[in-house]
């Protein structure tokens, strides 16, 4: 008798196992074989404890620590222009900061927008599950962080900028 092949884990529950064992207490977490010790990823985002312990490489090839901005209200937009080197944003190559603020805000739906209908036809089209998966949808998607280094909320690109300004302004 065959057995069923057993599923490996998301990176999403990947970091909520590392978070559950932050918040009781453990400090220690020993991955011994099997999909952690493949997966670079799953290692270094057992370390990550907040927005801070990220570095990512800017447009020119220089390195930004996210710690330097330790304290302030921090927002991090997906897009397609220059100003940080490109990086996938979903996926197995994507940049280990998105795999962080997507486990700590998924995908919750792009609100009450005039293409709303249209966007959801058509990632459903394209993915009958694209509605539970914390994946970026599209470019502009937006992740306010706190000054304590907390991910605060997630903004679709459909969402009205007045909406993330008001965000933003509580948080100053």
């Known amino acids: 008798m065959d057995a ?3 599923s490996q884990l ?3 529950e990947w970091l909520r196992i590392f978070d559950e064992a932050d918040e009781l207490g453990i400090s220690f977490i020993l ?14 985002a057992a370390g990550k404890k907040n927005i801070y312990d990220y570095t990512i490489t800017t447009g020119t090839g220089e390195e930004l620590k996210l710690a330097d901005y330790k304290g302030k209200v921090i927002m991090v937009v997906n897009t397609t222009f220059p100003q940080m080197k490109k990086a996938d944003v979903n ?16 995908f919750e739906g792009f609100g009450e927008h005039q293409y709303k209908a249209l966007l959801e036809k058509m ?13 970026i949808k599209w470019n502009f998607t937006k ?23 008001a965000c933003v302004k509580a948080l100053l």
């Open 10 to 12: 998301t990176d999403e």
């Open 31 to 44: 991955l011994a074989g099997g999909e952690p010790m493949l997966r670079r990823d799953i290692i270094e």
């Open 4 to 6: 069923e092949p057993v």
């Open 91 to 106: 996926g197995g190559n994507e940049l280990p900061l998105y795999t962080y603020l997507k486990a700590q805000k998924g």
């Open 123 to 135: 990632f459903s089209e394209a993915d009958p599950d694209w509605d539970k998966k914390p994946d």
């Open 143 to 165: 992740f306010i962080i706190d000054r304590e280094g907390n991910v605060a909320a997630r903004f679709e690109s459909t969402a009205a900028m007045a909406e993330v300004e």
